[in-house]
């Protein structure tokens, strides 16, 4: 795979002016950056040629969720902008190329904010959090796909300074997967898939190879918030730290067994449903 280069300050990117980096990954870097109008926003790169190409997945996601103005699309970030670009490399001194997507500002991710408020939220922040979170997810299951990769790091706070520090925002659909069909209808879920997500925030049915449907959210999202919220049983303490994909269906002796029958509902349930 051939390394993404780095974008020095100052350095022009289709209309974007690259302010500084903001982060980086396994597959790409976001950084802050700026149009001629004096527009900040976020500016993710990855390669051309990655193996496991993310931002194209997510550029068609956001183009979507751009059709969602009001109600539940406040959740999401605009798609500004997106391309390709080839800058030179530094250190190489030769011409790369990347593919790139521009966005909209967010704030601080949620892991940070429950960090800093010491691994646990209020009973109201958890409550207005989780439901805030069930509607973002609705309206991303309205343009018909599943996030695949739902965890405190994927979602965010809005800026201070757009005065949305009480809104809950939606990010990384990279590993998102189209669930509907052009006239509506659902795919049929698939006999057996690979793992997509993190190990340690995936619903058991991921680990168990099975497809994500929209069910699994309605309860991962409970699973998620209900610690910061009720002082219950927890799982046993190996649980953040389980390396391998599968390993988690050994904590099925630690969940409550109707729990578990609930992650297992079938492919087509609704979260109405439940």
Same mark, same amino acid.
């Not at 690259?18 to 500016?43: H, M, P, S």
């Not at 931002?55 to 699309?73: N, Q």
């Not at 965010?156 to 949305?164: A, F, H, L, V």
């Given at each position: 795979?051939?390394?993404?280069?780095?974008?020095?300050?100052?350095?022009?990117?289709?209309?974007?002016?690259?302010?500084?980096?903001?982060?980086?990954?396994?597959?790409?870097?976001?950084?802050?950056?700026?149009?001629?109008?004096?527009?900040?926003?976020?500016?993710?790169?990855?390669?051309?040629?990655?193996?496991? +190409?993310?931002?194209?997945?997510?550029?068609?996601?956001?183009?979507?969720?751009?059709?969602?103005?009001?109600?539940?699309?406040?959740?999401?970030?605009?798609?500004?902008?997106?391309?390709?670009?080839?800058?030179?490399?530094?250190?190489?001194?030769?011409?790369?190329?990347?593919?790139?997507?521009?966005?909209?500002?967010?704030?601080?991710?949620?892991?940070?904010?429950?960090?800093?408020?010491?691994?646990?939220?209020?009973?109201?922040?958890?409550?207005?959090?989780?439901?805030?979170?069930?509607?973002?997810?609705?309206?991303?299951?309205?343009?018909?796909?599943?996030?695949?990769?739902?965890?405190?790091?994927?979602?965010?706070?809005?800026?201070?300074?757009?005065?949305?520090?009480?809104?809950?925002?939606?990010?990384?659909?990279?590993?998102?997967?189209?669930?509907?069909?052009?006239?509506?209808?659902?795919?049929? +879920?698939?006999?057996?898939?690979?793992?997509?997500?993190? +190990?340690?925030?995936?619903?058991?049915?991921?680990?168990?190879?099975?497809?994500?449907?929209?069910?699994?959210?309605?309860?991962?999202?409970?699973?998620?918030?209900?610690?910061?919220?009720?002082?219950?049983?927890?799982?046993?303490?190996?649980?953040?730290?389980? +390396?391998?994909?599968?390993?988690?269906?050994?904590?099925?002796?630690?969940?409550?067994?109707?729990?578990?029958?609930?992650?297992?509902?079938?492919?087509?349930?609704?979260?109405?449903?439940?």
């Amino acid at each position: 795979m051939e390394e993404l280069v780095a974008l020095p300050p100052g350095i022009r990117v289709g209309r974007w002016t690259i302010t500084k980096k903001l982060g980086a990954g396994a597959f790409g870097a976001v950084y802050l950056c700026v149009n001629d109008e004096g527009v900040q926003a976020a500016l993710k790169t990855e390669p051309v040629n990655t193996p496991h +190409p993310l931002l194209v997945m997510e550029a068609h996601v956001m183009t979507k969720l751009d059709t969602l103005r009001d109600g539940d699309g406040k959740h999401f970030c605009r798609c500004l902008d997106l391309g390709r670009d080839e800058q030179r490399d530094q250190q190489s001194g030769q011409m790369k190329k990347f593919n790139y997507i521009v966005m909209s500002l967010v704030g601080r991710g949620l892991d940070g904010v429950v960090k800093e408020a010491g691994g646990r939220l209020s009973l109201g922040s958890a409550v207005g959090v989780s439901i805030q979170m069930l509607a973002a997810l609705r309206g991303l299951h309205t343009v018909g796909y599943l996030h695949r990769d739902i965890k405190p790091g994927n979602s965010t706070i809005g800026r201070p300074e757009s005065n949305e520090i009480r809104l809950l925002y939606l990010i990384d659909f990279g590993m998102a997967r189209k669930y509907t069909k052009d006239d509506g209808s659902q795919h049929r +879920p698939r006999a057996a898939t690979n793992f997509r997500g993190s +190990p340690r925030y995936a619903a058991i049915s991921a680990h168990l190879g099975r497809e994500y449907s929209r069910v699994v959210y309605g309860t991962k999202c409970g699973g998620k918030f209900y610690p910061h919220i009720v002082p219950a049983r927890r799982a046993p303490a190996v649980a953040p730290s389980l +390396p391998i994909v599968g390993e988690c269906c050994a904590l099925r002796s630690a969940l409550n067994p109707r729990f578990f029958a609930r992650v297992a509902l079938n492919y087509y349930t609704k979260p109405c449903e439940l």
